[in-house]
């Protein structure tokens, strides 16, 4: 499995502790950035990773800016992504399941890490269902 991360400044640790966390578990992960917890633009991440998930294949994509809206929106701007802004793991299910979302978007400053693993196990973990949900998601990529 290959997963693309990347955050803002605000996101940056949460970001540094998911990559390892993944790491541990012998997936690869290729960090987007930033290197630092200086001060970025949470949009040139999010379009990072999601370019990183379409142009080369990924399997999945992590997005992590202070509250996750503004990474997750920069995300969903990358034709093919569908980036789902999740604060628990149902929710990171469902996104799976019935929308096969490809991109995960946290906001480290409204969870903590234990939640935020929970929430990329229950994402990476889940199949798209099909069936009734395929013409919805073919829908979403028509616009």
């Given at each position: 499995?290959?997963?693309?991360?990347?955050?803002?400044?605000?996101?940056?640790?949460?970001?540094?502790?998911?990559?390892?966390?993944?790491?541990?578990?012998?997936?690869?992960?290729?960090?987007?950035?930033?290197?630092?917890?200086?001060?970025?633009?949470?949009?040139?991440?999010?379009?990072?990773?999601?370019?990183?998930?379409?142009?080369?294949?990924?399997?999945?994509?992590?997005?992590?800016?202070g509250?996750?809206?503004?990474?997750?929106?920069?995300?969903?701007?990358?034709?093919?992504?569908?980036?789902?802004?999740?604060?628990?793991?149902?929710s990171?299910?469902?996104?799976?399941?019935?929308?096969?979302?490809?991109?995960?978007?946290?906001?480290?400053?409204?969870?903590?890490?234990?939640?935020?693993?929970?929430?990329?196990?229950?994402?990476?973990?889940?199949?798209?269902?099909?069936?009734?949900?395929?013409?919805?998601?073919?829908k979403?990529?028509?616009?």
């Amino acid at each position: 499995m290959k997963i693309a991360i990347g955050s803002d400044h605000a996101g940056y640790y949460l970001k540094e502790d998911i990559k390892k966390y993944l790491e541990e578990k012998e997936i690869e992960v290729i960090d987007k950035g930033p290197d630092s917890a200086d001060r970025v633009d949470y949009p040139d991440y999010g379009h990072a990773v999601g370019h990183e998930v379409i142009d080369n294949n990924l399997d999945f994509g992590i997005v992590i800016c202070g509250s996750g809206i503004g990474i997750s929106i920069a995300a969903n701007k990358v034709k093919g992504i569908r980036a789902a802004l999740v604060s628990e793991p149902y929710s990171a299910k469902l996104a799976r399941r019935h929308n096969n979302a490809n991109v995960v978007a946290m906001g480290a400053r409204l969870i903590g890490l234990d939640m935020a693993k929970e929430i990329v196990d229950a994402f990476i973990n889940e199949e798209f269902e099909g069936g009734r949900h395929i013409n919805r998601v073919n829908k979403i990529e028509e616009e």
